[in-house]
T-cell receptor, first 114, second 111 residues
Framework: DAGVIQSPRHEVTEMGQEVTLRCKPISGHNSLFWYRQTMMRGLELLIYFNNNVPIDDSGMPEDRFSAKMPNASFSTLKIQPSEPRDSAVYFCASSFRRRPYEQYFGPGTRLTVT | QQPVQSPQAVILREGEDAVINCSSS?????VHWYRQKHGEAPVFLMILLKGGEQKGHEKISASFNEKKQQSSLYLTASQLSYSGTYFCGTRVYNQGGKLIFGQGTELSVKP
């Protein structure tokens, strides 16, 4: 069974550019989470979805960040415009309704904004 | 609101024991432990749902004291494979499925 899939694995972009991160959750999982990890701030929850509906986006740092989940098998996190302080590893995780707090993390996208 | 973990880092010899603590200023519904190896994604270890509950995973066990809003992770007879950063994630009442992670405890097991 394939785990959570994220793309790209690495992204280097210039300040001001738009960045789109992609996530495919594990098939059958109904919750999806986007996290950001940095040395300074640790692992932060940005937003999570249940059944494709955003439930809590209080962790989204600014209006420059947006996330969508158009269907059960795909989600995007977009940053527009990007800034150097957005540099981090972004993880997507998913969980199954019967074990909602056992989250399976994807390999992450390492974003560098220069 | 972020739980506090202690110690921040620990170095062990193979076979030694360690305890990692996680404490919160908020009343907790559950505590979740994850391990992250360098350059990899966090991996779920266990969840503790009730006060005083203890659970185990291989030679790793944990306790949850709901009254004290604390959890402890116990690593017994540590192995090289236990090296990594351990995170506790806490869920508080009335915040749905949101997990807040501690800053992590870096564990290094040496031969």
């Amino acid at each position: 069974d394939a785990g959570v899939i994220q793309s790209p694995r690495h992204e280097v972009t210039e300040m001001g550019q738009e960045v789109t991160l992609r996530c495919k959750p594990i098939s059958g999982h109904n919750s999806l989470f986007w996290y950001r990890q940095t040395m300074m701030r640790g692992l932060e929850l940005l937003i999570y979805f249940n059944n494709n509906v955003p439930i809590d986006d209080s962790g989204m740092p600014e209006d420059r960040f947006s996330a969508k989940m158009p269907n059960a098998s795909f989600s995007t996190l977009k940053i527009q415009p990007s800034e150097p302080r957005d540099s981090a590893v972004y993880f997507c995780a998913s969980s199954f309704r019967r074990r909602p707090y056992e989250q399976y993390f994807g390999p992450g996208t390492r974003l560098t904004v220069t | 609101q972020q739980p506090v973990q202690s110690p921040q880092a620990v170095i062990l010899r193979e076979g030694e024991d360690a305890v990692i603590n996680c404490s919160s200023s908020k009343a907790l519904y559950s505590v979740h432990w994850y391990r992250q190896k360098h350059g990899e994604a966090p991996v779920f270890l266990m969840i503790l749902l009730k006060g005083g509950e203890q659970k185990g995973h291989e030679k790793i066990s944990a306790s949850f004291n709901e009254k004290k809003q604390q959890s402890s992770l116990y690593l017994t007879a540590s192995q090289l494979s236990y090296s990594g950063t351990y995170f506790c994630g806490t869920r508080v009442y009335n915040q749905g499925g949101k997990l807040i992670f501690g800053q992590g405890t870096e564990l290094s097991v040496k031969p």
